[in-house]
């Protein structure tokens, strides 16, 4: 099953390659989706794909560039299996 997953990942991820790394991490893992850096500093992360490699994408935001520190990760997960209403 496929799922969704919206990250907000904050400490010193802005100007150290973060997003170029996000982007072929994702890529390699075949999700889709997007990243960009935040005014308050933090990198948010929007990527649809395998739930079962969720956690590999998450292990490696954590770890980052050589030149970043990852403090925090914040995850929000949402699955899809059918298009719905939501009211």
């Excluded at 997953?5 to 890529?27: D, E």
Aim: net charge positive; hydrophobic share 40%.
């Amino acid at each position: 099953m496929r799922q969704h997953v919206h990250l907000f990942i904050s400490g010193k991820v802005q100007g150290v390659n973060f997003r170029n790394y996000t982007k072929n991490i994702a890529s390699d893992l075949k999700f889709v989706g997007w990243v960009r850096n935040l005014s308050d500093g933090k990198v948010e992360v929007v990527a649809y794909g395998e739930k079962e490699k969720i956690q590999t994408l998450l292990k490696f935001l954590k770890i980052g560039t050589r030149f970043s520190k990852v403090k925090k990760i914040e995850s929000h997960r949402e699955e899809f299996g059918n298009f719905k209403i939501i009211y």
